[in-house]
């Protein structure tokens, strides 16, 4: 029965991504084809902009009666602009009888590649570049490393001089590469978000209404009349849903009918009644009814609903992921001597601390409450939180406004996770849970390359207001799909307090907690979300080329978790796989120390992606086995909740720690302090649990009753 409806959606999915594919494809292509030859005109029709309006003010200098070889402070006002307009390569004016008056940006050696025709002799003895405008062709103009933009200059309708201004075509290439990537990373996050939203129309509006079809004939045909199809699509799934109910609905009527003959029967005489009775008896055992003629809706599974939500909220919240410390350094410092790389990290570290610190009251309001309040609140929340991060004028109000945001978000997943667990059970909750990652890791992967590449071309504040809109459109959504119908009693929650004294007592869980949980949590925050984009700030990357890096943690992370999952269950190598997960991450940040590259910075997040997909599922593996004790007492989801706070708190000390060490010894020596940590924590771990498995007679590290 379920193959009469999943096959043609899954082939309805196929086709319509395809054409999202093929489509952003060819839109892709043809952006990619014209790039060149858009960008060339814009850079010229820029530097004749600048030219004129310097040229411009060199004239209302000579109407003052300023002399043309005597332009005061000309030398900085040049080298100004060209600080502000990373396109531009020099500036430079010489007079009619070519003897260059002032330059910037342009060393005598370059003259002959930049300006053809220049008097060589006039420039060793000047040492500026000097430039004969007659004898420059336009041939000579395209085949230098420069384009050069003349203007000439005019006082009175006299010729005193020519202004040049220069665009690199090395920073050309660049530029056009940089578009290029921007565009092939846009098709990557538009297809990924395509495919998020299409799978939540999809299942919405046709998988679940056919599901809901599909079991409700299956019933029927069984003989069961006492559910209904709960489908709020129209046209013809919902007309076919529509008929079905009705024949249930008068099947139930139909039978409620019997019900009060044969009881009006039992008052006309006994053998009326047993007749009537018989009858009722066979249906009974043949037909299943609803009770008193009410009929029960069959259970929605809209745990696709929770994975676009997921990403949504997510999304919103990463996209400043590439660029947060950058946009920390454009605000007033703390003051109070406080450095500059320490503060920077400030504002992660408020916010990572509020998510841990939100988490379990964000838990107990979301099973008091229910989900959808409990959603919309947080998005409330993280609305107002990244509005105020990007309206903040001060270093504390940034702070602040940080706190509230890692509040929302803290609301906001737990409200997800939670509606996942409600609505699964043993059977089908590891494919919710795996829905509900998925959509994290897709967010990891989108947000970082988007939020940077508009922050290139819109600033910084408007990203976050983009976010904040984001986040808007994932409360409407939540309000129509959740309901709050799940949410559980305060009764219901568990109380942590004792869970957490078993814990402490508990060798192996501590070892996980302290060498695996914090140290991974601590790279991830401090490497990732801060080093990372200082790091290759210094080394001239822009802030699209940031995003493009970090997105590579995501893909990893993304692609590798099923594999080695599944690796760690077959093989039963869950201790190995998080501590050489824990090993290869620390291992490869410690090459910065040989050469600050962006090389290095990018083996760096690799090997950050790869080790945390190792780990990942294999830690919850192995928290599960090592406190199955504590779990039979206290209740699993307590226990993994106090790992989770605790590898929580290390995520918010890691920009902090990443911060400090970067004051003091430099970012690059900063990476390589937090690899070394993640070595020798991973190393100790290993340790730890062979000793423990040797002592209880297991073999390896990875025995099977006590840790796989």
Known sequence: MRDLYLTPVRRLFAFALLVLLLSQAAISWFAWSVIEEQIRPELDRKALTVAI???????????????????????DFFEQILKENDDLAYLVIVDTAGKAMHASGLQAEQLGAALPGVDAAATQQVGLPVHLPSSVSSNDRQASNFLDTPVVIRHHGEVVGFLHVGVDQSFIASRISGLRYDIGIILLTSMLIAFEVLLF????????????IAELMGRMAAGDFSYLAIVTVKESIGSLAARLNRIGVQMNLHYTALVQNAA???TRGPGQGVAAGALLARLRAAYVFADDGGTRGLVQQRIVSIRILTFLFMFAEMLSRSFLPLYVGTLPGPGFGIAGDFAASIPITAYLLGVACSLPFAGRWSDRTGRRSSYTLGAAILIAGLLCTGLANGFYGLVLARVISGAGYALMFMACQGYVIDNTDDSNRSQGIAAFVSAIMVAEICAPAVG????????YQLVFVFGAVIALLAALLAIRTLDNSRARGVSD???RGGAFALLLKNSRFMAISILVGIPAKLLLSGFLIYLVPVILTGLNSSKSEIGRYAM????LTLSLTPL??????RFRAHAWMVGVGGLLTGAALLPILFEASTGNVLLGIAALGLGQAMSISAQLGLVTKVT?????????????GIFRLIERLGGAAGPAIAGALAALVGPARAMAALGALGVVSSVLFLIIFAISNARSGESGVTGHRGVA
Do not use: C, W
């Open 628 to 640: 199955k004790a504590e779990a039979a007492t206290e209740g699993a989801t307590a226990v993994l």
């Open 452 to 459: 940077g590449i508009l922050a290139d071309r819109i600033g």
């Open 564 to 569: 080695f999952a599944h690796f760690a269950d």
């Open 201 to 212: 129309i999809i299942s919405l509006n046709y998988l679940e209404p056919m599901r809901q």
């Open 264 to 266: 009006e029967a039992a």
């Open 552 to 555: 590579l943690y995501g893909i």
């Open 53 to 75: 309006s310097v040229n411009n003010k060199i004239i209302r200098a000579l109407d003052y009666g300023i002399p043309f070889d005597r332009l005061a402070g000309i030398q």
């Open 493 to 495: 929650v568990k109380q």
